[in-house]
């Protein structure tokens, strides 16, 4: 379905010159939403292979929600809004590792088809050529 470059009947939507939050917004980052400073709470994570890097990060919210804890069990509202927002922090780079392995088993899965496929093939030149080696 192609999306069109109109704006939608009721006003609302659609693209628009000012549309979206303006540059260096947060809200993302204060809401647990996709962001880069959401995703690469540590610096350099960038350059690691993405499974590292998610299970990295996750470690480092990890330590800062137990010293959270340690520090103010009975948290105020900040304190409870900043542990909401790391636990959908690591929710979200969980579903990504998630997603990451379950791409990697897939291409794995692939591959064995093509591999298996690939075999019965020779499986049958194989009785083929038999068969009429048989016959001679």
Partial sequence: MKKSNQQSR???GGKRAGAGAPLGNTNAVKHGERSRRAFFTLSGAEQLPPLVSLRANN???AER?????RTSPNADPATQRELMLLDGIMWQHTRRMAKLELGKSRLA???ARLELAQVKSQLAQAKAAMRQDSKK
């Avoid at 929600?65 to 804890?69: A, D, P, S, T, V």
């Fill in 10 to 12: 009721s006003g609302w």
């Fill in 109 to 111: 899965l692939k591959l």
């Fill in 65 to 69: 929600i137990g010293e959270l804890w």
């Fill in 59 to 61: 470690l480092a919210i």
